[in-house]
């Protein structure tokens, strides 16, 4: 089945620094990918996604774009701020098609200092 | 539009206890999927329902169980609980033409003692 690995954190940067969280995927196909951000206490919300090759997910100034060369869709954020601190899941469908389940990475805490 | 609700927001259990959760989608959504996220982890598909019927099943023991009622509405199930139970739940929906999206729920925290 499908598969995706994130870099391991955690990741503490200082605010207004540049993220980068790495994400790498094995699929079949080309299935669509996500990004999921989940808060403390809280459940999962979407942050962006991408349904093809090239295509550029963006979302309250974060970035990702689908690599299939290099199998990766990287998040990215120029500037991060502190309430930018959470835990990011790198997610892709399993199987070869929109099939419903969700395959996610670990997930990477990110905090972000003042 | 409410979004996806869980019930209870919290939830103490014994072993060997069986406890259910419930979900309400988000509305417009027919399909519903459970996850199991334990602490440090990412979510780990359970099942997901559709039509009242489990559509897919990820790699639980059947003490893992659903239903899914007319209204689309969810209720998991486990039976004889461990420790190893204790986890957040999380409950998933999304429209019939899926494309790729799950909108998810607070989740339950089940603490299993």
């Known amino acids: 089945g499908n598969s995706v690995t994130q870099m391991e954190g955690p990741v503490t940067l200082s605010e207004e620094a540049f993220l980068t969280i790495n994400c790498t995927y094995t699929?079949?196909?080309?299935?669509?990918l996500f990004w999921y951000v989940q808060y403390p206490g809280e459940g999962l919300q979407l942050l962006l996604k991408?349904?093809?090759?090239?295509d550029k997910g963006s979302n309250k100034g974060f970035e990702a774009t689908y690599r299939k060369e290099t199998t990766s869709f990287h998040l990215e954020k120029g500037s991060v701020q502190v309430s930018d601190s959470a835990v990011y899941f790198c997610?892709?469908?399993?199987?070869?098609?929109?099939?419903?389940?969700?395959?996610f990475g670990q997930g990477t805490t990110l905090q972000v200092k003042p | 539009d409410a979004g996806v609700t869980q019930s209870p927001t919290h939830l103490i259990k014994t072993r060997g206890q069986q406890v259910t959760l419930r979900c309400s989608p988000k509305?417009?959504?027919?399909?519903v999927s459970w996850y199991q996220q334990a602490l440090g982890q990412g979510p780990q598909f359970i099942f997901q329902?559709?039509?009242?019927?489990?559509?897919q099943r990820g790699n639980f023991p059947d003490r893992f169980s659903g239903h899914q009622f007319p209204n689309y509405s969810s209720e998991l199930n486990v039976n004889a609980l461990l420790l190893g139970d204790s986890a957040l739940y999380l409950c998933?929906?999304?429209?019939?033409?899926?494309?790729?999206?799950?909108?998810f729920g607070p989740g339950t925290r089940l603490t299993v003692l």
């Open positions: 329902y559709y039509e009242e019927e489990e559509r």
């Open positions: 998933a929906s999304s429209p019939g033409n899926w494309n790729g999206a799950q909108y």
């Open positions: 991408a349904t093809k090759a090239d």
């Open positions: 699929a079949t196909g080309y299935p669509s």
């Open positions: 509305s417009g959504h027919d399909t």
């Open positions: 997610a892709l469908p399993d199987g070869s098609g929109n099939t419903g389940k969700l395959i």
